[in-house]
T-cell receptor, first 109, second 116 residues
């Protein structure tokens, strides 16, 4: 079955430290993966998608098909990065998003 | 565009009462999704529509839950009768179709439901 796993419920770091939010997926086809972010009292919004190969707010994520991972990274965390982060998988040919359980990132001053 | 609109933003009701949540998707989007968010289970897809037709309702927890989309600009999620375990934040999202290659879903602000 298709599944997205985010092993950490909470990741706590200090400002300026590197951040890596882990995401592993289970899907036999060609996956399309996303990271969504939910800041406090704001809507869930798309942060980045693997097909775009873009860097948003200093975050990057590389799809590793061998390890079935799509970890989100940022070299220097900022306090404004504190939020809930969801990794999501969309099945090929469909619009159905499967979300991971989410990781809360807390960046301390 | 105001984005996806949901109402009410907060709902407090007593067990056994009927609850109706409303959603207005972004104009032109042909997919609409209902999600439920809880601390224990995270974000769960309940049901989604394409061109007003329900495509996949496998996430609807039980018969007490029903969803409709009478037209392209309006959808409802109804719980009857409500139970305390239904307490959660319910999100509506919309997107363009598969053919556009986008797949980005735009989320509403959510409705926080508390059933006492």
């Amino acid at each position: 079955a298709q599944r997205v796993t985010q092993p950490e419920k909470l990741l706590s770091v200090f400002k300026g430290a590197p951040v890596e939010l882990k995401c592993n997926y289970s899907y036999s086809g060609s996956p399309e993966l996303f990271w969504y972010v939910q800041y406090s009292r704001q809507r869930l919004q798309l942060l980045l998608r693997h097909i775009s190969r873009e860097s948003i707010k200093g975050f990057t994520a590389d799809l590793n098909k061998g390890e079935t991972s799509f970890h989100l990274k940022k070299p220097f965390a900022q306090e404004e990065d504190s939020a809930m982060y969801y990794c999501a998988l969309i099945l090929g040919g469909y619009n159905k998003l499967i979300f991971g359980a989410g990781t809360r990132l807390a960046v301390h001053p | 565009d105001a984005g996806v609109i949901q109402s009410p933003r907060h709902e407090v009701t007593e067990m056994g009462q009927e609850v109706t949540l409303r959603c207005k998707p972004i104009s032109g989007h042909d997919y609409l999704f209902w999600y439920r968010q809880t601390m224990m289970r995270g974000l769960e897809l309940l049901i989604y529509f394409n061109n007003n037709v329900p495509i996949d309702d496998s996430g609807m927890p039980e018969d007490r839950f029903s969803a409709k989309m009478p037209n392209a600009s309006f959808s409802t999620l109804k719980i009857q009768p409500s139970e305390p375990r239904d307490s959660a934040v319910y999100f509506c999202a919309s997107s363009y179709g598969v053919g556009t290659g986008s797949h980005e879903q735009y989320f509403g602000p959510g409705t926080r439901l508390t059933v006492t």
